[in-house]
């Protein structure tokens, strides 16, 4: 069986695997940010995250959530969001062309070669999109040059990661795809081989509001020692943003207190701050009623109780927040929430939607 790539398009971060051969391997990650440099010079992903603090102006974020909108400015640039998709596709592309033995790097022109060098491709798509968003997005794989085999849904995807799609019994899975922005959670139906969405319901909370709820007691907090005010400076609050995100919360997840330090994070002074999980979890209480709040109201717009539901998978950035997962499982007893295994949870959906196309095809 011919390869094939798999992609998974967020508004925070993009991810790639290949499939063959009956198996997935995930490639890479990175943030879905295009920076706009000098005429025709267009950087992607890593190369924007590193200058969103420098020159915000001129990098466009959130690329995916402009799908099936019109043109859009970016300093004295314009572009179309299936342009700027496209964009992220390419770069992805490469990374998978590279990964299964492609020479890309020595070409003169090298997106010129990865766009006109065409390969199969799963992609996944949230299932709030419209019709316009998912035909904007269709569009953006031809731009960059990718045979779309196989299109299908987030949470179809997070089953196939971890081999539901395709149980010989009938059952309903409870996915939960807890994104940056925002978390859906859906109850997919297994019947007889095939794989679909019964019901999905999209809640406007994410992982960036657990990192918005500790920057906002932090800021209060430097306030206190400090008398001086933080958020006033645009690039000092980035600066403690991405300590948050990048240092205090990724060692919240795997242990009981984390630390950030950050040298002269507004007028020369360093800052030191430390907290525990316990308190972490404290100030994000508010974020956790509402995640048990979107549990109930998924089931009751489904029309299905607790014991209909036969497995949860849990996937997303938040499936790490130690408090989630344990609030899944209180809410399904008995029925522990999957979010381990091969793809582990941040990669499920792109790997999922490799085994899924290869299995379809």
Same mark, same amino acid.
């Given at each position: 069986m011919s390869t094939l790539f798999a992609f998974d398009i967020g508004n925070y971060e993009s991810k790639v695997a290949v499939g063959s051969n009956g198996t997935a391997t995930f490639v890479a990650a990175m943030p879905s940010m295009l920076l706009f440099g000098s005429p025709g010079e267009i950087g992607v992903g890593w190369n924007a995250r590193d200058m969103l603090l420098l020159d915000p102006d001129n990098v466009l974020t959130r690329v995916k959530g402009l799908l099936g909108g019109?043109?859009?400015?970016?300093?004295?640039?314009?572009?179309?969001?299936?342009?700027?998709?496209?964009?992220?596709?390419?770069?992805?592309?490469?990374?998978?062309? $590279?990964?299964?033995?492609?020479?890309?790097?020595? *070409?003169?022109?090298?997106?010129?070669?990865?766009?006109?060098?065409?390969?199969?491709?799963?992609?996944?798509?949230?299932?709030?999109?419209?019709?316009? *968003?998912? %035909?904007?997005?269709?569009?953006?794989?031809?731009?960059?040059?990718?045979?779309? %085999?196989?299109?299908?849904?987030?949470?179809v995807a997070a089953c196939a990661a971890y081999g539901l799609d395709h149980t010989a019994t009938s059952r309903n899975v409870f996915v939960i795809d807890a994104g940056h922005n925002a978390t859906t959670m859906s109850v997919v139906e297994v019947k007889a081989g095939a794989c679909s969405v019964r019901h999905a319901t999209t809640s406007p909370f994410g992982g960036n509001d657990f990192v918005e709820t500790c920057v906002k007691e932090i800021v209060g907090r430097f306030r206190q020692s400090h008398k001086k005010d933080l958020s006033r400076d645009r690039k000092s609050m980035g600066r403690l943003r991405n300590a948050v995100n990048g240092q205090l919360l990724p060692t919240l997840y795997c242990d009981t207190s984390s630390t950030i330090s950050i040298d002269s994070v507004y007028e020369g002074i360093d800052f030191n701050y430390?907290?525990?999980? $316990?308190?972490?979890?404290?100030?994000?209480?508010?974020?956790?009623? *509402?995640?048990?709040? $979107?549990?109930a109201g998924t089931l009751r717009d489904a029309r299905i109780s607790v014991t209909d539901v036969?497995?949860?998978?849990?996937?997303?950035?938040?499936?790490? %927040?130690?408090?989630?997962?344990?609030?899944?499982?209180?809410?399904?007893?008995?029925? *522990?929430?999957?979010?381990?295994?091969?793809?582990?949870s941040l990669h499920a959906v792109a790997y999922g939607a490799a085994l899924y196309a290869q299995r379809n095809r």
């Open positions: 019109p043109v859009v400015t970016v300093g004295e640039n314009k572009i179309s969001p299936e342009q700027a998709c496209a964009h992220i596709l390419l770069e992805l592309k490469a990374l998978a062309m $590279a990964a299964v033995g492609e020479a890309v790097d020595s *070409q003169e022109d090298r997106y010129a070669f990865v766009r006109e060098t065409v390969r199969n491709a799963a992609v996944t798509f949230p299932t709030y999109f419209s019709e316009p *968003q998912r %035909v904007a997005l269709k569009e953006a794989c031809r731009l960059a040059g990718l045979n779309v %085999v196989a299109f299908l849904a987030d949470p430390s907290i525990t999980r $316990a308190r972490f979890e404290g100030w994000c209480n508010d974020l956790l009623a *509402q995640f048990n709040t $979107a549990i036969n497995d949860v998978v849990f996937v997303g950035g938040p499936s790490k %927040v130690i408090r989630l997962p344990q609030l899944a499982n209180e809410a399904f007893p008995g029925r *522990q929430s999957i979010r381990s295994g091969p793809p582990g």
